[in-house]
């Protein structure tokens, strides 16, 4: 795609109004994510690629080239629990990479854990019978994406490998975690922002852009919202974006029911760990567009309290 002389207009003027609709898909709806991000397509494979490239630059030894798809074998547990994220992508990349992208939108427990245990399945899935294999096991890479809170700080983007303790310097490679926490990603974004920054822009917020505006003004981003029109489905896959979008929704909103449920719980006198769970749940209201006044009611916290937050 050659790029287009477009003046673009700057954020402030390209969200979208109160009963507009937005001509981009939900990067976090699986069908919108995978025709984005298609391994075995052209044009969405260069945005995976750029995607990785960006997403995981400091992790790698090169710029990755080219990737494909990956054939998943069968968990080695058995275990119906294995896979409990909204969807994932796996791929591997011309180095040999096994990388796998886990996209999570809902409230689970030791999510860490989990993501150790797909890495081990990655790579005890790579023996071979015989015993010619020796072990010659391929770098792993797990990528997760969760709209909810990991760990008490403000960072984004965590990153983790296996690592010499004393020295600080990677003790091997076959294992490599990367969490991004889309709550804390703010809806704005300034010209001279990292590749990175823009794509978690890009993955919070398309979906709420009327057009690309003059931050994001990129070869790759443009090739990324052509990729992300709702135009771009068919009749049939529109409709079970629309079933995928309002599944999503559903598990958001099961956290406003149970506070609804629960008002005399939130109003008494808990516990500071429930109020702050309670403060959390308003953080991430707001920052999914939601008004004060809404907050307030389903929280049952003051309007001035939501206002700090």
Known sequence: MEKNN????????????????????SLLVDLAFKKAFNPDKPVSRQNLVNLLNDLLEPQ??????????????????????SRTAIFDLHCEDDMGNLIEI?????????????????????VANQAEPGNNWNYKIKPTY?????????????????????????????????????????????????????SLRKWL????????????????DEEKFEHLTESSKVSNFSKEEFEVYQK?????????????????????????????????KTREIARDMLAEGDSVEKVARITHLSEDIVREL
């Not at 886990?102 to 990655?122: D, G, K, P």
């Not at 797990?142 to 983790?160: G, L, S």
């Not at 822009?201 to 003059?214: H, I, M, N």
């Open 6 to 25: 477009v003046k673009r207009k700057p954020l402030s003027e390209c969200i979208v109004k109160p009963g507009e609709k937005s001509p981009y898909a």
């Open 60 to 81: 790698l030894k090169r710029p990755i080239v080219n990737v494909k798809t990956r054939n998943v074998a069968h968990n080695l547990s058995g275990s119906k629990e």
């Open 102 to 122: 886990e996209v999570q939108i809902r409230r689970m427990t030791n999510l860490l854990n989990r993501l150790a245990f797909y890495a081990s399945e990655m």
């Open 142 to 194: 797990v990528i997760a994406f969760t709209q909810h809170t990991m760990f008490e700080d403000e960072r984004i983007v965590h990153r983790a490998t296996v690592v010499d303790l004393e020295t600080g310097e990677q003790f091997l490679d076959t294992y490599n975690f990367t969490a991004i926490e889309l709550s804390k990603v703010p809806f704005f974004i300034e010209a001279g922002a990292s």
């Open 201 to 216: 822009f890009f993955f919070r917020f398309l979906d709420k852009l009327k057009e690309l505006p003059a931050e994001l």
């Open 244 to 276: 995928m979008h309002h599944e999503k929704w559903d598990h958001n909103l099961m956290g406003e029911a149970f506070l609804e449920d629960y008002a005399d719980l939130v109003n008494a006198k808990v516990t500071e760990g429930v109020l702050d």
